[in-house]
């Protein structure tokens, strides 16, 4: 590689070929006599080379010697980690790219005297200038790390172990269930596909990270100097390189350690190989099974192996769970084998089946899916924390942010649906939320595919130029997305075109959520030498199939900042898939400033933008194809030097039985560029009213189509809001805000109840500040609703049987009753109720009809006052504080925080246990603010404002 990347930088300076240069085929040990004849008649010889001097200080010898010999050539000087001039040499660490050579070389060229007058300057120069430009971007980009295939087995065991592990750690718990003091687990990690777990949201499941089987090697290592239980993952492959020593050496040590050994069947980290527990060998023929736990009864020379060894399937959570306790309590060795298949072999079999039932019968009769209903979703985040599953991602709605599913990623294993939470570790287990659900599409003839509303004909040719010299394309995007297909194509078009082609690759996490990104380059007939490698601010294209990705091509933080205004045009998907911190609630970027930053830090005028992700999901019905889509859109606006028929072929090439979609998803993105406004329109995609009027009229219909009293509410609503409107002087969204929210107290009571929400927000509104651009009210107006809007099982049933939910479902699922669709859900609900005192609480699927019976009982709401008692208390607690901090808001000073206080319900979310902390936090906030407001201001009682 030092060879490629020197030539290239040379290239890139201008001086390839203008050096004599050796390369060495063998780097140990070295031929005297070629060192002698290369180094003849030279002054100074440099040498490039990764990592430590290894060639430099064998050359330095060898020339030193011949020195000493008297030849001439060995008194040449030679350089390599230190520059002449004090200048920086060679970097030792890091590995090297095309860039760290420009710079180095290139300030060393400009202060050699010898080389004054020989070289371009002026070129030198403006290549150390473009370094340094793209040195100073400024881009805030957040780590993507990796985790978990969704359906991984893994995720099943590591998230049950997270509950034990906080639960072994409670002293409460303890006694209670296993009669014993605390225990602190010690967790030790190494290499395979479990070495996700070192990243969040499971990283306290591996204290430690070690070569590959050697986690039951570090537990022996500490295991005569601590008492603490310990527990090693391991997978199947890592037991038969390996880890079986370790397990051997735990037994005859008398350890006291628990290996969970995933027995997947298979070698998932590496790509799927045969193992000795396989029937199959690596090529394809039949033979033998080896069985671990007969292996580690083989250990102990006996069939009683002196260890415990259990299997069971992970999925089976509960089961799992107490199994779990009970053995890892236990002394001495143990080894849970937990028995699922790989996920991605499992899904990839099921993906192949449907496609086939789909290819025969032109569509699927029947299909299933996860759902999350977001306004029943509170944003709490406990199953994005429990599972850190991929397959959630995160929307913004009018309500705020809400975890969804990504119907992409989600394989529909239902892990997430049985996630459990335990925010106290001695309280009770108990689902996290009633907002997931099943949902059951059916079909009775192929649906209206909205590609085919398009029309593709008369698509006019881009004017596209062929690159004499080098061009550089620079794709990126998360693994799953397509990156290395898109590559595929790119390089075989290349070829096509005649180009001399190199690209390099980086598959990197792929599959697990990780950032990828690949780059090519094509040289045409003039193209000075260039390596696979494109120079920092070199890249004509950043195509961003992920938008945070793609910002990374300019991070300096970044060995792949490509991206500079001198060079780089910029196209990019402006979805973007959350990272897993995100995901938990860690980090949080915005898009929008992504967009400024690549508008900024690349050609003005070349920027490109568009959500990808959003219209390739409406017109296939999922995000498949969104890598071709993207190469239409490259295509059509002119960046991709190739002709149309050359990147058609290698779609065709590239794609086998996919190729018919791909080459339709490559049309629709030329098209998206020709005629946008065509394809959205195609697209339908579902957009609920934003604007107050819209809101207005759509709630006052849904109100109107209400059983019996339907007409009679929707006028109310209508005369309410229109009263309110008239004093309300807030912005058009928090107009549409605030009718939303009139809305739902109508659903969730009654126009009265309603009516007391508008009341309280209208006299705060009255002491509000236009100065202050009425923030006090839009808080209220948020936050009142919050807790009035009390998700109790009576409310949460008509959010999950609303019209607002179905008539997004029918979108999100292409669903057209009219053409015999249907949709059929199984809400997964825990029912709680407070009857005389006693908790009554169960897990139940319920049906849309059950959950219409229950909508309607909403006097069980004045029957049992014990029923989400603590809710109603917080809701009066908070509407009384709100009243109290109105009166200080024309205090000099006070307006910060009467908007703090009426912010608090903000982070209160989650139901039952997760959200009653959230509610005593929040009240011990308020004691300390209103203590603040009352020792430094006087309320004004009036009710006027002072200023
Ligand atoms: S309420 Fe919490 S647990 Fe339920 S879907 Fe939303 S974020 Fe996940
Ligand atoms: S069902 Fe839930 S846990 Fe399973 S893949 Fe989908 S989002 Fe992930």
């Not at 007391?756 to 705060?764: D, T």
Request: aromatic share 8%; net charge negative.
């Amino acid at each position: 590689a030092a060879y490629t990347y020197l030539r290239h930088a040379l290239a890139v300076l201008g001086l390839d070929l203008c050096f004599p240069i050796l390369k060495l085929g063998v780097t140990y040990p070295l031929d005297p006599k070629l060192i002698g004849e290369f180094a003849d008649g030279l002054t100074d010889l440099i040498v490039i080379e990764e990592r430590r001097p290894f060639l430099e200080e064998q050359i330095t010898s060898l020339l030193n010697r011949a020195r000493q010999e008297g030849e001439a050539f060995g008194s040449v000087n030679v350089w390599g980690k230190q520059f002449p001039h004090g200048l920086d040499g060679i970097p030792e660490s890091r590995g090297l790219n095309p860039s760290k050579l420009v710079e180095r070389l290139g300030r060393l060229f400009l202060k050699l005297p010898e080389l004054r007058g020989t070289i371009d300057a002026t070129k030198v120069e403006m290549e150390l200038k473009l370094l340094e430009e793209v040195e100073s971007a400024e881009v805030t980009v957040i780590d993507r790390t990796p985790t978990f295939c969704p359906g991984c087995p893994h995720r099943d065991s590591a998230s049950v172990l997270m509950e034990v592990k906080k639960q072994f750690a409670s002293a409460d718990y303890m006694a209670r269930v296993h009669g014993q003091s605390a225990v602190d687990l010690v967790f030790h990690g190494d290499t395979g596909c479990y070495t996700m777990l070192m990243f969040e949201p499971t990283k306290d499941l591996m204290h430690n990270y070690s070569g590959m089987g050697l986690g039951g090697g570090t537990g022996a290592g500490i295991d005569p100097f601590i008492r603490n239980k310990q527990v090693v993952f391991m997978g199947d492959s890592t037991f038969f390189h390996s880890g079986s020593a370790a397990i051997s050496n735990s037994l005859k040590n008398g350890q006291d350690i628990t290996y969970v050994i995933l027995d997947n069947k298979t070698t998932a980290m590496t790509g799927h190989q045969e193992t000795p527990g396989t029937e199959t060998n690596l090529l394809g023929d039949h033979t033998f099974s080896q069985n671990i736990e007969a292996i580690v009864a083989a250990m102990t020379q006996s069939s009683d192996t002196g260890a415990t060894v259990v299997q069971v399937n992970p999925e089976d959570r509960e089961s799992y769970r107490a199994l779990l306790e009970k053995t890892i309590l236990q002394d001495g060795v143990k080894i849970v084998l937990a028995d699922k298949e790989c996920g991605i072999t499992y899904h990839r079999r099921a993906a192949s089946a449907e496609r086939k039932r789909e290819r025969e019968d032109g569509f699927l009769a029947e299909k299933e899916f996860i759902n999350i209903t977001p306004e029943v979703c509170e944003n709490c985040l406990e199953c994005t924390k429990a599972t850190g599953c991929p397959g959630l991602t995160l929307e913004q709605t009018p309500y705020g942010q809400k975890v969804q599913i990504d119907k992409t990623w989600c394989v529909n294993d239902g892990a997430c649906t049985r996630s459990l939470v335990a925010p106290d570790p001695a309280g009770p287990q108990v689902k996290a939320c009633p907002s997931f659900g099943e949902v059951r599409v059916t079909r009775t003839q192929a649906p209206l595919a909205a590609i085919d509303r398009l029309d593709f004909i008369g698509l006019p040719d881009p004017s596209v130029e062929k690159a004499g010299g080098v061009w550089h394309g620079y794709l990126a995007g998360v693994g799953g997305m397509g990156i290395g297909t898109a590559t595929a194509i790119l390089v075989r078009a290349g070829h096509r075109e005649g180009y001399s082609v190199k690209f390099c690759d980086k598959k990197g996490l792929a599959i697990r959520n990780g950032g990828v990104y690949s780059m090519v380059t094509y040289a045409g007939s003039e193209a000075a030498y260039a390596s696979n490698v494109i120079p920092y601010g070199h890249a004509n294209l950043i195509l961003g199939i992920d938008l945070l990705e793609a910002a990374r091509a300019i991070d300096p933080a970044t060995n792949q900042r490509v991206g500079s205004r001198r060079h780089t045009a910029v196209i990019a998907n402006t979805h973007l898939t959350p990272t897993i911190k995100t995901l938990l609630g860690q980090t949080a970027t915005d898009p929008a400033q992504l967009e400024t930053d690549l508008r900024r830090h690349t050609r003005a005028g070349h920027y490109h933008g568009i959500d990808v992700s959003a219209i390739t999901d409406r017109i296939f019905g999922n995000q498949r194809y969104v890598n071709t889509v993207m190469l239409g859109v490259a295509f059509q606006l002119g960046r991709l030097p190739l002709r149309l028929t050359s990147i058609e072929w290698a779609i065709e090439a590239s794609l086998g039985g996919t190729a018919k979609e791909n080459l339709r998803a490559f049309q629709l993105g030329r098209l998206l560029v020709h005629d946008r406004a065509a394809v959205l329109a195609a697209a339908r995609l579902q957009e609920e009213p934003s604007d107050y009027a819209d809101v207005l009229r759509d709630k006052e219909a849904i109100l109107n189509q209400t059983p019996g009293r339907g007409p009679k509410m929707g006028e109310a609503y209508r005369h309410m809001l229109e009263r309110a409107s008239e004093h309300l002087q807030v912005e058009g969204p928090v107009l549409a805000d605030f009718a939303r929210r009139v809305y739902d107290l109508i659903q969730f009571e009654d126009v009265d109840y309603a009516q007391k929400y508008i009341r309280q927000v209208l006299e705060l509104h009255e002491l509000d500040s236009a100065g202050e651009n009425y923030r006090a009210t839009r808080a209220l107006i948020w936050n009142l609703h919050r807790v009035m809007a009390i998700k109790d099982e009576v409310y949460v049933a008509h959010l999950l049987t609303s019209e607002e939910k179905h008539r997004r479902d029918r979108a999100r699922y292409d669903v057209d009753p009219e053409r015999g669709d249907e949709i059929h859900y199984r809400h997964l609900n825990r029912p709680e109720f407070n009857i005389l005192g006693v908790r009554v609480a169960w897990n139940m699927k319920t049906r849309d009809w059950m959950l219409r019976l229950m909508r309607r009982q909403r006097w069980l709401r004045r029957a049992l006052p014990q029923w989400h008692a603590k809710e109603k208390d917080f809701c009066d607690w908070y509407r009384q504080t709100a009243q109290e901090a109105a009166f200080y808001l024309n205090q000099p000073g006070a307006y910060e925080r009467v908007v703090q206080l009426l912010e608090l319900p903000e982070p209160v979310t989650g139901y039952r246990e997760v959200r009653y902390p959230k509610m005593a936090a929040a009240q011990a906030t308020a004691e300390g603010l209103m203590t603040d407001l009352h020792e430094t201001n006087a309320p004004n009682k009036s009710g006027k404002p002072t200023r």
